[in-house]
């Protein structure tokens, strides 16, 4: 770990905001795979924007952190394998995610993305059980969800999914390669811009989309007004 502008007291750390010369931090790096430690502050002048690629990969004991409201990047892989990160929300300013950035991160229990961000990417809430998410997407902002995005997200809170009208998707590959692949399994309804999508028969969209077909109790599909 780099121990430059830390502060280490019972499995707890305290960030600061500048660095030994007095000068703002604005990343946040190499912590990866330090699982002594159970819970992250910032003294609240933090300035920080972004969170580096791995920086806290791997940490499993990790419970809490909490993130500047400043931060506008999470990189990729940020906090794969944080198995006992509990984590309700996103940072409010947040733009960008990358790939991989909170998979297998069971105990996350995020309701919602921050309507700033762009792109929601490759695996990025992969097997996050207990995330539930029933809106994507607003009026503001273009939203792009790629493949695998919520792969293996039970999300099995949510009956009734809405998605914006100017949310966007890479829908290709094989089906567990499906931005809701494995997703979403108690939905009873779905609310889409059908015409965004240009599908024509929604049974393909969803399949599409969850990379499975309808079977019995399929949802109800209404397009966005």
């Known amino acids: 770990m780099n121990d430059k502008y830390r502060q280490y007291i019972g499995g707890k750390i305290t ?10 931090i604005e990343g946040i790096y190499n912590f990866q795979g330090a699982n002594e430690i159970l819970e992250i ?6 300035q920080y924007s972004s969170v580096g690629a791995d920086t806290f990969k791997e940490m ?7 993130l500047p409201s400043t931060i506008i990047t999470i990189g990729n892989r940020a906090f794969t394998g944080c198995h006992s990160l509990a984590l309700s929300a996103l940072p409010p ?19 919602a993305i921050p309507i700033t961000v762009t792109t ?3 695996q990025c809430f992969a097997i996050c059980g207990k995330i539930n998410i ?12 790629e493949k695998s995005a919520f792969l ?19 829908a290709e590959g094989n ?14 309804q779905l609310t889409v811009p059908a015409h965004r999508f240009g599908y024509d028969d929604a049974s393909i969209m969803y399949y599409e989309l969850f990379g499975r077909e309808w079977v019995n109790n399929k949802p109800n599909i209404d397009e966005l007004q």
Do not use: W
């Open 60 to 66: 499993k004991n990790l419970q809490k952190i909490y």
């Open 175 to 188: 089906l567990n390669e499906r931005p809701f692949s494995s997703a979403y399994t108690a939905l009873d």
């Open 120 to 122: 929601i990417p490759f």
């Open 15 to 24: 960030i600061p905001s500048v660095d030994a010369n007095g000068n703002h």
């Open 134 to 145: 029933s809106v994507l997407g607003n009026a503001a902002h273009n939203l792009l969800i």
């Open 93 to 111: 300013a947040l733009v960008n995610l990358g790939d991989g950035a909170f998979s297998s991160c069971f105990n996350i229990t995020l309701t």
């Open 41 to 46: 502050y910032f003294l609240d002048d933090a």
């Open 152 to 170: 293996a997200c039970g999300m099995d809170q949510v009956q009734h999914l809405t998605i914006a009208d100017n949310v966007t998707f890479v």
